[in-house]
C-alpha cells in the first residue's frame, strides 16, 4: 500500500496540531493497529511527531507485524513506532508505564462481527486491556465501540443521539456495550480516564473495495468498469465520514472526551442506498448502470444507520470537513495508486 495522501495528514495535523502538544513525549500503546482505523491512526501518529517534534512512541499489539509492514513497507521506517508480536487474549504486557491507550480491536462489522465466538473474545480482549491498562498506570484509554450497541434504530428517529435507550439485537453489539460497562467498572478507583468513541460508516483509503461495505463495493465497481449491483431495494439509509475526519474525530476524543461519556462518530448526512450508488458512479463515472435487485415495499419505513453527531460537535468542536464527493474521489484516487485503474 502507498502512503496516505499527504493533504489528509496536513488536514489531520492542521485540526489537532493544539492537542499533541500537551502529550509530548508519552507513551502510547495500540491494538487494532493494522485495521482500517489503526491504518490512519499510526500513518497521522507518525506525520505529526515528525512535524512536531513531540518524540512520542508506540507500542502496536499485533499477531502478525510482518504483515503489516507488507502492507504499509513505508511504516517500517518509522523508529517511533514498534511492534508487540502477541494475541490480545493472552499477550505479554510489556514493561514500564505507558500514558495512552487505544483499543481498536475487532472487526466493525459483517461476516467477522458474527463469527461464532466473536463475542466472548471481543469480552476477554476488552478484560486484558484493562488489566494491563492498570499494570501500566495508563492515564487515558481510548475504546472504539460501535453504533451497534444501539440496535434496531426506530423509523421515527432520523439520527441516533447518544442517548437514545436502544438494545443492542446483534451479539456483536451486545459484546461492545459490555465493553462499554467494563471500562465503568475497572477505571473507577484507578486515576484512569476512559473515552468511549462509538463508530458509524465511514470512506476513505484502506476501506476494502471487496467486502461488506457498500461505499467500497461501489467504488470497486466503478474502478473495475463493472455496473453497480445492490441486492436489496435500495432504500436503507446510511452515512459516511472520511477517514481523514474520522482521525482528527478519534485523536480529539482521546485527547479531550470526558470520561465514560459515549460520543458518536460519523456523518449526520444521510442518503440512500441507492442514492449512494448515483453520488459514486457520478463523481467517478457517469455512464456506470447501476443495477436494484428487489422492489421497495410500498408505505415501508427505511431502515436506518444514521448518527446525531451534536454532541461531538458541541462538546468537541468536532465538524465533518469534507464533503461526500470529495471523500469518493480521494479514496477512488488512492486506489488507483494502489494498481487499480478505471476500464475504459
Not at 459483517?110 to 498506570?137: H, S
Not at 478519534?250 to 444521510?270: E, K, M, Q
Amino acid at each position: 500500500m502507498k502512503p496516505l495522501p499527504t493533504e489528509d495528514l496536513e488536514h489531520i495535523l492542521r485540526c489537532t496540531e493544539a492537542l499533541w502538544k500537551r502529550v509530548r513525549g508519552q507513551r502510547i500503546f495500540v491494538t487494532g493497529g493494522t485495521g482500517f482505523f489503526g491504518s490512519w491512526l499510526l500513518e497521522s501518529l507518525a506525520f505529526c511527531n515528525r512535524r512536531l517534534d513531540l518524540n512520542l512512541s508506540a507500542t502496536v499489539l499485533s499477531r502478525d507485524p510482518e504483515a503489516f509492514f507488507r502492507k504499509m513497507p513505508h511504516m517500517a521506517e518509522e523508529d517511533s513506532i514498534r511492534f508487540l508480536r502477541g494475541d490480545l487474549a493472552d499477550f505479554a504486557f510489556p514493561g514500564g508505564h505507558f500514558d495512552l491507550v487505544i483499543h481498536a480491536a475487532t472487526p466493525t462489522s459483517g461476516y467477522e462481527a458474527r463469527a461464532p465466538g466473536l463475542p466472548a473474545r471481543v469480552v476477554t480482549g476488552m478484560e486484558r486491556m484493562l488489566a494491563f491498562a492498570r499494570a501500566a498506570r495508563v492515564r487515558r484509554f481510548l475504546f472504539t465501540s460501535s453504533g451497534a450497541v444501539y440496535g434496531r434504530q426506530p423509523a421515527r428517529v432520523s439520527h441516533l443521539p447518544e442517548s437514545f435507550a436502544g438494545k443492542p439485537d446483534t451479539p456483536y453489539g451486545e459484546a461492545k456495550l459490555k465493553c462499554e460497562q467494563m471500562c465503568a467498572e475497572s477505571t473507577e478507583g484507578h486515576g484512569m480516564e476512559c473515552a468511549i468513541a462509538r463508530g458509524f460508516a465511514f470512506v476513505g483509503p484502506h476501506l476494502p473495495l471487496d467486502r461488506h461495505f457498500a461505499i467500497g463495493n461501489f467504488i470497486g465497481d466503478v474502478l473495475a468498469g463493472r455496473a453497480i449491483d445492490i441486492e436489496g431495494d435500495g432504500t436503507p439509509r446510511r452515512s459516511y465520514l472520511y477517514a481523514a475526519d474520522l482521525a482528527v474525530w478519534l485523536w480529539t476524543i482521546l485527547f479531550r472526551a470526558p470520561d465514560l461519556v459515549p460520543i458518536n462518530v460519523g456523518s449526520a448526512r444521510d442518503l440512500s442506498i441507492l442514492e449512494l450508488a448515483r453520488v459514486v458512479a457520478a463523481t467517478l463515472r457517469p455512464e456506470t448502470a447501476i443495477r436494484v435487485a428487489q422492489q421497495p415495499c410500498p408505505g415501508a419505513a427505511p431502515a436506518r444507520y444514521v448518527p446525531s453527531v451534536e454532541r461531538a460537535r458541541e462538546m468537541l468542536g468536532l465538524e465533518e470537513w469534507t464533503p461526500l464527493e470529495e471523500s469518493i474521489r480521494r479514496t477512488a484516487d488512492w486506489w488507483r495508486k494502489q494498481g487499480l485503474e478505471l476500464t475504459s
